[in-house]
Nanobody
């Protein structure tokens, strides 16, 4: 089992920045690829970004490209999502997820999920 705990969410004004973190524990060797997803009120959960174990390959949704950056520090078993130029449409609960296999945008392929952290962007 892998346990994932997100932190760093909060309230920020439009145009501001926020960094959310996800710390993994347990069988972290099963967290080869990591991803961030988000769910806005009344909407389906959607893909935001993903990263491979090495950090060499990343995927980002078009809606966040150029604004959000995913990274990881394997020495700390932690993955980060740096969010810049935030807009109100980024308001959502942000979830961290992990999978043993290759990088993916598909949430159904992820085996482990955190509890989520709320990000609210005010206009």
């Amino acid at each position: 089992q892998v346990q994932l705990v997100e932190s760093g969410g909060g309230l920020v004004q439009a145009g501001g920045s926020l960094r959310v973190s996800c710390a993994a524990s347990g069988r972290t060797y099963s967290a080869r690829s990591m991803g961030w997803f988000r769910q806005a009120p009344g909407k389906e959960r959607e893909f935001v970004a993903a990263i491979t174990w090495s950090g060499v390959r990343t995927y980002s949704d078009d809606s966040v490209k150029g604004r959000f950056t995913i990274s990881r520090d394997n020495s700390k078993n932690t993955v980060y999502l740096q969010m810049d130029s935030l807009i109100p449409e980024d308001t959502a609960v942000y979830y961290c997820a992990a999978k043993a296999g290759s990088i993916s945008r598909q949430q159904t392929q992820y085996d482990y999920w955190g509890q989520g952290t709320q990000v609210t962007v005010s206009s």
